[in-house]
């Protein structure tokens, strides 16, 4: 099993992206999926959760600008940010977990990808 994120850089502070995460060897349908992000000397913190019935959960720091979503089919997930902050600096990583509970978070989770960084100016 696998999770591999992209879709991450750098951008100036009101602008957008648009995070992916494939995953190999999950059924979308069946796992809790979650994005959670890291800034340097920060815990990793939760972002936003998706159960599979595709029911989100958002940190209050992130609602009304972010959107999670996923392609059940397609095995992957995705995380629109809009109107970023400097604030939304972060290393950003998806993770799954093989329950229809979508815990907020990071602990709650064992599979985990490599991450993508996230940089606003």
């Known amino acids: 099993v696998q999770l591999v994120e992209s879709g991450g850089g750098s951008v100036q502070a009101g602008g957008s992206l648009r995070l992916s995460c494939v995953g190999s060897?999950?059924?979308?349908?069946?796992?809790?999926m979650g994005w959670f992000r890291q800034a340097p000397g920060k815990e990793r913190e939760g972002v936003a959760t998706i159960d599979p019935y595709g029911i989100s959960r958002y940190a209050d720091s992130v609602k009304g600008r972010f959107a999670i979503s996923k392609d059940n089919a397609g095995n992957t997930l995705y995380l629109q940010m809009n109107a970023l902050k400097f604030e939304d600096t972060a290393m950003y990583y998806c993770a799954a977990r093989s329950t229809y509970d979508c815990p907020p978070s990071p602990g709650g989770y064992k599979d985990w990808g490599q991450g993508t960084q996230v940089t606003v100016s």
């Open positions: 060897g999950y059924n979308f349908s069946m796992h809790c």
